[in-house]
């Protein structure tokens, strides 16, 4: 599963990674990778083409997106 952040990595994205070392994602059949961003309409744009199947966005763009 191909997850795109809105931005680098950085604290926030912290839980994300912990789940992968820990592998609590694999104990329930995921193969996650997770991908930095540029900005908040970026993930929701590699979603949309279908590249992506999980992003964090800002709610705000996915609004304005739609």
């Not at 795109?4 to 994602?25: H, N």
Request: charged share 25%; proline share 5%; aromatic share 16%.
């Amino acid at each position: 599963m191909k997850f795109a952040l809105d931005w680098r990595f950085e604290g926030s994205a912290a839980p994300y990674f912990v789940a992968i070392d820990k592998g609590y994602y694999k104990a329930e059949g995921l193969d996650v990778t997770i991908d930095p961003g540029a900005g908040s309409v970026e993930p929701i744009n590699r979603v949309a083409s279908g590249a992506y199947q999980v992003a964090f966005a800002d709610i705000n763009s996915l609004i304005k997106y739609r």
